[in-house]
């Protein structure tokens, strides 16, 4: 689609209609103003649709609301990335919100960027704050760093959420497997797209993130089964494309070697397809030291699986 916009603010959703006003006043708030705000509803319960469509009519800027059925976080990326009118794409979750100088920054960094080395670009990322304004994770090793996910994440052991854009044509040609599973790591595009672009990367605190019961990051821990095809993608990546990392921070590598077995099990991959999609002899390596690991963690998850069908059996027949 044309371009109409510099950035399009995307939100994902599930029954949050509590959070979703509070993300709404911030766009309100915004001293840049050419966004347009589009919402994919991954299939809400809770009346979502209804408080969406009060502020259509009233909204102070161009307003999109798709309606989805439960298909996923990643499902619900794609088919935003493929409708967005922005120029630059950034995904604010509907718990979290933005500054009112967030986009206005953004903008002024990307400009900062010396125009005839913009195409090797893919986006700017800052930093966030918990609601008590605590930074998340740790701040990048310079002020204004050039360049890439992989290498801020492994050779300089940068942790935590990040709030960030990318050029809506480089997610629109590196979208997320559509695989049938609640959500996908983001590391598996993220990851991947930096081995092609740069990104600059501010320590400016730019997004306010509030983490709620229900979220990702817990579900895939209690529920580790339903999670498994893309966490054992996104692990497979980690050994086997970074892998020259592993000296800066080796128990990244260690928990992922172990994690990429585990997740494999469960997604009913034997020890030779694993062994098979790893292309280096060093993640070869790594994998088969940490598969006893692995299976052990694997028959773990399946005992903690089995304690929670016969619980929720107990509750059903009491």
């Known amino acids: 689609m044309p371009q109409q916009f510099t950035f399009t603010v995307f939100t994902p959703t599930y029954n949050r209609i509590r959070t979703l006003p509070r993300l709404f006043e911030s766009l309100k708030s915004q001293e840049f103003r050419d966004f ?53 794409f950034i995904t604010v979750d509907s ?62 052991d ?42 600059r990367f501010v320590n400016e605190v730019l997004q306010v993130k509030e983490y709620l019961a229900g979220g990702f990051t817990r579900s895939s821990r209690s529920r580790p089964e339903s999670f498994a095809v893309g966490h054992a993608l996104w692990n497979r990546y980690v050994i086997n494309d970074y892998i020259r990392w592993f000296g800066f921070t080796p128990m ?25 999609r790893l292309t280096r002899q060093s993640s070869r390596a790594l994998w088969l030291l940490l598969l006893p690991l692995g299976y052990l963690i694997f028959l773990r998850d399946g005992r903690r699986a089995k304690a929670r069908r016969s619980r929720s059996s107990v509750g059903t027949t009491g």
């Open 36 to 88: 347009e705000w589009l919402i994919v509803d991954d299939g809400s319960s809770d009346g979502t649709p209804d408080l969406v469509q009060q502020w259509l009519p009233q909204a102070s800027f161009p307003m999109r609301y798709i309606w989805q059925e439960n298909s996923g976080k990643h499902i619900a990326h794609n088919r935003a990335v493929e409708d967005a009118l922005g120029t630059f």
């Open 95 to 156: 718990d979290d919100y933005l500054l009112p100088i967030s986009l206005r920054r953004f903008k002024e960094h990307w400009d900062t960027i010396p125009e005839e080395s913009r195409e090797e670009f893919t986006g700017v990322t800052a930093l966030c704050v918990d609601e008590q304004g605590k930074l998340i994770g740790s701040r990048f090793p310079a002020d204004v760093i050039d360049s890439d996910l992989v290498r801020i994440q492994y050779r300089f």
């Open 158 to 199: 940068v942790r935590g959420d990040k709030i960030g854009f990318h050029r809506t044509q480089h997610l629109q040609d590196l979208p997320f497997p559509e695989i049938a599973e609640p959500v996908v790591p983001e590391g598996v595009v993220w990851d991947r797209l930096s081995l092609r672009f740069r990104t």
């Open 252 to 276: 990244r590598f260690i928990r992922a070697a172990a994690n990429y077995s585990r997740f494999a099990f469960h997604a009913g991959d034997s020890i030779y397809t694993q062994g098979s």
